[in-house]
């Protein structure tokens, strides 16, 4: 029986994918900053284990809590929505932590055992803000990108051992608590200097006005789907907005 690893499992792709492995047989650790075992099944197959990816001891307990795994999913992510302008650079490298250099610890405590072994899959879920000129997320598309360039070379160092590396690019879902966490506790109108202000709201407007959207399933059911490819593939869009915009390119 497999085992996977999934960051950041307490909502939204993260938590759908822990239930997605776990209905299709596998093991999952489900690790959350806070761990919540009462928002997963009671099940001999999933554990919650305490993860916060900024923090190196963290990542170390945890995975030697874990043990043997086959896939890692790096799915924890820090959103930011607003202007770069009125963006303060603590919140910048707040993004930044958890979503480059948080992925990049984990995938780094993970190698030797998929190395050592010949085998392993490195899954790191990025956004479909990298697949088209989006605004309002220059801080956010400028993290994810970085990632993408990362499992891109990543790939090609673990190819000679049998280890795999690609990315998860998840299109805009409504269901998930993004836009209350991108404003950081805030309101987006808070954060945007004044002459902003009209831009920032039709943006938003035409962003909830248009008719596609990814549901958390969409991006579970595309990661299985990524975690078992054998063709190569690098990067997968999930859901049909981030799939047209794919094909768009």
Not at 27 to 36: G, K
Not at 71 to 95: D, H, K, Q, Y
Not at 236 to 244: E, H, I, L, N, R
Request: glycine fraction near 8%; aromatic fraction near 8%.
């Amino acid at each position: 029986m497999k085992t996977v690893l999934i960051t950041g499992t307490s909502s939204g792709y993260g938590r759908e994918t822990a239930l997605y492995f776990h209905s299709q047989g596998w093991n999952v650790i489900a690790t959350m900053r806070t761990p919540r075992p009462d928002l997963l099944p009671d099940s001999d197959r999933i554990r919650v284990v305490e993860l916060d990816v900024t923090k190196p001891e963290s990542i170390t307990a945890a995975f030697e809590a874990a043990g043997p795994i086959d896939v890692l999913v790096n799915n924890a992510g820090v959103p930011s929505i607003s202007v770069f302008e009125g963006t303060p650079m603590a919140r910048v490298r707040e993004v930044f932590e958890t979503n480059t250099f948080g992925v990049m610890a984990t995938t780094q405590a993970v190698l030797p055992q998929f190395r050592e072994r010949g085998s392993g899959v490195v899954i790191n879920v990025t956004s479909s803000v990298v697949l088209g000129h989006m605004p309002l997320s220059a801080v956010y598309k400028a993290s994810k990108i970085a990632i993408e360039g990362f499992t891109s070379s990543l790939a090609l160092e673990l190819a000679p051992f049998g280890v795999q590396a690609k990315t998860v690019e998840p299109g805009a879902c409504l269901t998930t608590n993004f836009a209350a966490r991108a404003t950081n506790g805030g309101t987006l109108d808070a954060l945007v200097p004044a002459p902003y202000a009209a831009f920032v709201q039709k943006t938003m407007d035409d962003f909830t006005g248009q008719d596609v959207f990814t549901k958390e399933s969409d991006v579970a059911e595309t990661v299985w789907r990524a975690a078992h490819d054998t063709t190569g593939q690098l990067r997968f869009p999930a859901g049909p907005d981030a799939v047209w915009l794919a094909q768009a390119k």
